[in-house]
Antibody
Framework: EVQLVESGEGLVQPGESLRLSCAAS????????MYWVRQAPGKGLEYLSG????????HYADSVTGRYTISRDNSKNTLWLQMDRLRVEDMGVYYC??????????WGQGTVVTVSS | EFVLTQSPGTLSLSPGERATLSCRAS???????LAWYQQKPGQAPRLLIY???SRATGIPDRFIGSGSGTDFTLTISRLEPEDFAVYYC?????????FGQGTKVEIK
């Protein structure tokens, strides 16, 4: 069974950093691209970042470029999102998702990020 | 800037009725790289349709995707109680892979 489990939930102040993790199991992690998607409270889905199966083809939404860094370790079946210089508007549920060419076919249950002073 | 516009924002229907959701792109979506996702309250999104018209694994045939170029439609032929949810379209033609703002299908 495909499983994606996010962790790293936390409450931080504006300007601080947080690192999210996504542990994958039940499929060949190294053959899939991986993605992060955010959902602010009561709002829609916002695509944030993607990384190719081998760690190549990294891209970011304009809203997080220069502040967020996506990475992965295929030997550990793990995806990360390093979030720096967090803003209040970065608050929400963060989902990791599996996919190919940007099509997201399986999603984790999400982890909550709260940014507040 | 590539924009996906979904309409209507909210659709109020009764079980058994037909739902028609629209997704319009600001520029043509190459190779119909357009997907639809369903999200229920408190749950992660679920892939319904990819390639504009192909159903994902396990998706019932009452979910029908159609369209090409800039105009796409998701039709739910007969609404079941479990279909009341928010639906998002997404283009995966180019980066970043943007979503539409969503259509809520609610019980009338």
């Amino acid at each position: 069974e495909v499983q994606l489990v996010e962790s790293g939930e936390g409450l931080v102040q504006p300007g601080e950093s947080l690192r999210l993790s996504c542990a994958a199991s039940g499929f060949m992690f190294s053959t899939y691209s991986m993605y992060w998607v955010r959902q602010a409270p009561g709002k829609g889905l916002e695509y944030l970042s993607g990384i190719g199966s081998g760690g190549e083809n990294i891209h970011y939404a304009d809203s997080v470029t220069g502040r967020y860094t996506i990475s992965r370790d295929n030997s550990k079946n793990t995806l990360w999102l390093q979030m720096d210089r967090l803003r209040v508007e970065d608050m929400g549920v963060y989902y990791c998702a599996r996919g190919r060419d940007g099509l997201l076919d399986r999603w984790g249950q999400g982890t909550v990020v709260t940014v507040s002073s | 800037e590539f924009v996906l516009t979904q309409s209507p924002g909210t659709l109020s229907l009764s079980p058994g009725e037909r739902a028609t959701l629209s997704c319009r792109a600001s520029q043509s979506v190459r190779s119909n790289y357009l997907a639809w996702y369903q999200q229920k309250p408190g749950q992660a999104p679920r892939l319904l349709i990819y390639g504009a018209s192909s159903r994902a694994t396990g998706i019932p045939d009452r979910f029908i995707g159609s369209g090409s170029g800039t105009d796409f439609t998701l039709t739910i032929s007969r609404l079941e109680p479990e279909d009341f949810a928010v639906y998002y379209c997404q283009q995966y033609d180019n980066s970043p892979r943007k979503f539409g703002q969503g259509t809520k299908v609610e019980i009338k």
